[in-house]
């Protein structure tokens, strides 16, 4: 079992920059992949980044490349969504979720574990 919690939204400015965190508790957490998701209000949840396991692959949506960074400490079992030059396009709740297969998948069933969500909200 792995259990997610997120911290790290807020209110930001355009141009502004926050740092989602996702801490994991469950040794397996290491051999997951990682992806960070958003819910804007009336919209889907979509994908926004996603890592594998060992950090040697990452995926980015067209939306943030460029501005947006998933990484990941194994030793504090943390993952991360450094976010630069926010939109006002990025308001949303953020998740995190870990897909025990290892691997970038881009459905969210293939993710078995999430967190409670962040709210990100970035004012024009």
């Known amino acids: 079992q792995v259990q997610l919690v997120e911290s790290g939204g807020g209110l930001v400015q355009a141009g502004g920059s926050l740092r989602l965190s996702c801490a994991a508790s469950?040794?397996?957490?290491?051999?997951?992949?990682m992806g960070w998701f958003r819910q804007a209000p009336g919209k889907e949840r979509d994908i926004v980044a996603a890592?594998?396991?060992?950090?040697?692959?990452?995926y980015y949506a067209d939306s943030v490349k460029g501005r947006f960074t998933i990484s990941r400490d194994y030793a504090k079992n943390t993952g991360y969504l450094q976010m630069n030059n926010l939109k006002p396009e990025d308001t949303a709740v953020y998740y995190c979720?870990?897909?025990?297969?290892?691997?970038?998948?881009?459905?969210?069933?293939?993710?078995?574990?999430w967190g409670q969500g962040t709210q990100v909200t970035v004012s024009s």
């Open positions: 890592i594998t396991w060992s950090g040697e692959n990452r």
């Open positions: 979720a870990a897909d025990p297969t290892g691997y970038i998948h881009f459905d969210e069933s293939r993710y078995n574990y």
């Open positions: 469950g040794r397996t957490f290491s051999s997951y992949a």
